[in-house]
């Protein structure tokens, strides 16, 4: 096997310290062409769909690819913005928030990046870029608070996948989750509070998070006990009593059994229950993407308020709030205390030249 030199390295270029940034991804662009090839890397991920691969192959190829981009292109086409996907858009946003940050605390020492599981810009490119520019010690923190090996698993998978083709690897420090973080709570509690200043409280509060296959749980998957974790602290953090407010579960897809209750059934029986009013967030996505603006902010307020709802409102993720990038900055910089850059370059350089290296 031929292992992957890291290009542009010279023994006197300074040594830097990484952050590298991940979200899930995104098309390159609403149309069922450019869905294709994304959904089709997304779903043949085996963390995401855990089937025999020589079924899934069949199910994939002859079913879900012929049939699925066109309604996605569609749903995106919707919620796609001057600067792309808000997804892309947001993220990069955050990226570029945390590098400020890093760069009033470290000063040039810390390079901060940001890329995708699926889609681009990819994981192992960017590590590419990242090291090119001298990163020896790498952080990577996944925006995803609730661990669960279809997201954060695969996350690691795809860093691990990458460095199995380097000769020259990093260190590394991966986050793995912060659902329970206190200055993520906060975030999410404050967030919450200055929409019931400005519009009230409503009946209840729905927390959606994204579902998986109850089987993963079953199997071990800790992401359902950290949702009901996270709701439970902000609801504290609130003050709401057990009846104030409702995990639930959206977005599934197959025939299989998700994590229950489903949003969109909760929301359809609701309003017969005398829950005229609601307000719905969704603590388990960092960003809003297509499915907080388009499945929660419109497909599930139909869904309440054909049923005889009144009154349906979104609380918008905490994308790149003040408070927000604080908690993310707090977590870089736990995971950045004890490491320090290499100083005497130019020594190391002047030794390897008499060494006979030629750069």
Partial sequence: MKYKSNTGFTHGQADKIGVLVTNLGTPEAPTKQALRPYLKEFLSDPRVVEVPKFIWWFVLNLIILNFRPKRSAHAYSTVWTEEGSPLMAITKAQAAEIEKRCKAAYGDDVVVDFAMRYGNPAISNVIDSMLSKGVRKLVVLPLYPQYSASTTGSTFDAIANDFTSRRWLPELRFVNHYHDRDSFITALA????????????????ILSYHGIPKRYLM???????????????????????????????????????WLKPYTDETLKALPEKGVKAIQVMCPGFSADCLETIEEIGEENREYF?????????????????KEHIDALFEIVQENLHGWAVSVDNE?????ATSLGADK
């Fill in 190 to 205: 404050n967030k919450v509070k200055a929409h019931w200043e400005k519009h009230g409280k409503a009946d209840k509060l």
């Fill in 219 to 257: 199997n071990g998957d800790p992401y359902h006990c950290e949702c009901y974790k996270t709701s439970r602290l902000l609801a504290e953090k609130l003050g709401l009593g057990k009846d104030d407010y409702m995990t639930t579960f959206q977005s599934r897809f197959g025939r299989e059994e």
């Fill in 305 to 321: 308020m054909e049923a005889g709802g009144e009154r349906y409102e979104y609380i918008e993720a905490l994308n790149s709030d």
């Fill in 347 to 351: 020594s190391r350089a002047k030794l």
